[in-house]
């Protein structure tokens, strides 16, 4: 009796695990392309690079081990280090511009206007638009000799001054604006969401307790709008690494290396100035720096998952 | 989170505070103010590209950059299109235009089909280590192209792909993987279970499910990411650079070369038709697409 109880428990098994392998084939191969471009790609590619900067690599690999050697070297170049200032303080200056402009928009355009279709159409046009032809529009928009400074200046007022573009202190806050007029309208949609996500009894009790508006979008509302915010910050500070197009077709770097980045820094040392090893350990630190930017959204997810488990607080 | 179906929702229907006003107080007042001052700010440029495609070059030199043309000149607008050069080569910025079309058309195609069921796996299939593999292609989205762009040229290039048309579109594919697999997946996440146990049940199998229940119930997915891919791969200037090859650059390349070329005197108003006509793509999809680019932000927002 046990003899063939086992038997047939051993025949179940057996369909069973081949049933399983027939229902498990079918997702497998379709997802076949999708874990071969996350391991050769994602995975490989990536470590490949990131292994590439402790070599010697000139204009061909050489996949031999030597070291700090290119990141010394990388860190002692003047060229570098300006393009990671500029980096910092461009992705500074564009996320907190976004965010504060993008949040007053979302939150002028909450104000039950009329036309709120109209609004929110122009607002995020130009995020349509790619980073080169923003760039091109820019840069021909402030262009000091037949641009916005002449047409200021032909309206009479003769001693109007706006050459940012071609001043070496002031260009990289030109591709900031470009930037955040691109950028902007996205900002604006997701605090929109957020906004609109807010419980409708918070908004009746500060009406009944007669908070004033301001008050309201200053204090109330910011915290309620969070997850908008992590996610905009993590979106623009990895726009902020990956910039490239937009200086590229603004100023190409210039005036001099006023706004050089470091992602047109990887890109000539890959392809213009063969140095591999040295383009590696640049490629890597921006894959760190990204990795910093969107670490707190990640960390924000994780932690309400967590208290989600717990059940409400 | 929360706020996928907000994003669309108009508040005035469930605001409490009733209809519209449509007396103008001094704060109504400032609100259209501030929202005319952006508008202002968000549109001049635009308008500026449109007026110079239009402008002849004495007009340019001689009068403010904000009037609109005296005439429209349609002479820039042509050359930009058919006869201006770029490189050796005087075809105009059409030959980036063809190219990007060749580009952008199969990438488009591929992506979203790979993303659909990427998406429909991840979601009703989820195999040991799916979680895992969709970490990583989340992770992917925000990583700089500069990482991975030496090993791929080498990767493509011994598939044969290197500098060719399948090399390029392939790449586009590979990077627009991770957001459509994401879009498609919190979209069938959304849909009720039983449809999938039901169909199961039945004694569908997996194709069976995907083309005759999930396809067809994913359809407004499957506009958000056609829209989102097209925009994004049109735009694409990196990739098409590195991997497309001379013969074969996208419009924005094409463009970038035209308006930063350093030879002779530069023809503003072709400069700016060119970029007109490449940014004319998106701009038609956005204006025609409404709403949509809009979900599309909203769903390609990376959520938990």
């Known amino acids: ?313 | 989170m929360s706020g996928t179906a907000a994003t669309l929702g108009t508040r005035s229907r469930t605001h409490p505070a009733g209809p519209r006003p449509w007396r103008l107080s001094p704060a109504r007042l400032g609100i259209y103010l501030f929202l005319g001052a952006a508008a202002v700010f968000f549109l001049v440029p635009i308008w500026i590209m449109v007026a110079t495609a239009l402008k002849t070059m004495p007009e340019i030199r001689g009068g403010s950059v904000l009037l609109p043309p005296s005439a429209l000149d349609p002479t820039a607008w042509l050359n930009a299109w058919s006869t201006a050069c770029i490189g050796l080569e005087c075809a105009g910025i059409r030959v980036g235009f063809w190219n990007s079309v060749q580009i952008v058309v199969p990438s488009v195609v591929l992506a979203v089909a790979l993303g659909a069921v990427n998406g429909y796996c991840l979601s009703f299939w989820r195999f040991r280590g799916a979680d895992t593999l969709f970490a990583l292609m989340l992770f992917g989205i925000f990583i700089p192209y500069q990482i991975f762009v030496f090993p791929l040229i080498g990767i493509t290039a011994r598939l044969g792909l290197y500098g060719k048309l399948p090399g390029v579109v392939l790449v586009h594919v590979v990077f627009a993987m991770p957001i459509m697999t994401l879009m498609f997946r919190n979209y069938f996440a959304t849909l009720p279970i039983e449809i999938f146990k039901a169909a199961r049940v039945d004694g569908a199998g997996f194709w069976r499910i995907f083309t005759s229940i999930m396809m067809p119930m994913a359809k407004p997915i499957i506009v958000v990411a056609v829209i989102w891919q097209a925009t994004a791969s049109w735009n694409d200037y990196l990739l098409g650079l590195v991997f497309a090859g001379r013969e074969h650059l996208p419009m924005t390349a094409q463009l970038n070369l035209l308006v930063s070329a350093e030879m002779g005197a530069h023809e503003y108003n072709v400069d700016m038709a060119a970029t007109l006509q490449t940014a004319l793509v998106p701009l038609v999809i956005y204006f025609v697409s409404g709403k949509w680019f809009a979900r599309g932000i909203a769903a390609g927002a990376v959520k938990g």
């Open chain 1, 1 to 313: 009796m046990c003899h063939i109880s086992s038997a047939i428990e051993q025949m179940i098994a057996t369909t069973n695990r081949h049933f399983s392998l027939r229902r498990w084939l079918a997702p497998i191969t379709a997802m076949a392309p999708a874990i071969l471009a996350v391991l050769v790609v994602y995975v490989g590619c990536l470590l490949w690079t990131v292994f590439v900067s402790f070599t010697d690599s000139r204009s061909i690999p050489d996949l031999a081990w030597s070291g700090f050697g290119q990141w010394t070297r990388l860190y002692a170049d003047y060229r570098w280090r300006t393009a990671m200032g500029h980096m910092f303080v461009f992705g500074a200056f564009y996320i907190v511009g976004c965010l504060v402009l993008g949040y007053l928009l979302a939150v002028f355009v909450d104000q039950r206007v009329r036309g709120e279709d109209f609004w929110r159409t122009v607002f995020l046009c130009p995020h349509a638009l790619s980073f080169i032809v923003t760039g091109e529009l820019w840069k021909w928009y402030l262009d000091p000799e037949f641009g916005l400074q002449r047409s200021v200046r032909d309206l009479g007022w003769t001693g109007f001054t706006f050459d940012w573009i071609a001043d070496r202190h002031m260009a990289l806050y030109t591709i900031v604006i470009a930037g955040i007029w691109q950028s902007v309208g996205v900002v604006m949609v997701l605090m929109l969401a957020g906004l609109r996500a807010i419980d409708e009894d918070i908004w009746k009790v500060t009406r009944v307790d007669g908070i004033p508006p301001w008050r309201v979008y200053t204090s109330v509302v910011p915290p309620m709008v969070v997850p908008s915010i992590l996610t905009s910050v993590a979106l623009l500070g990895a726009g902020a690494v990956k910039n490239y197009d937009l200086v590229i077709a603004m100023t190409d770097g210039g005036p001099g290396i006023a706004t050089d980045v470091p992602s047109k820094f990887v890109m000539e040392y890959l392809f213009e100035r063969s140095n591999i090893g040295l383009a590696a350990a640049g490629a890597t630190t921006m894959l760190l720096t990204t990795i910093a930017v969107a670490a707190p959204l990640v960390a924000w997810q994780w932690w309400q998952r967590r208290r989600r488990a717990r059940g409400p607080a």
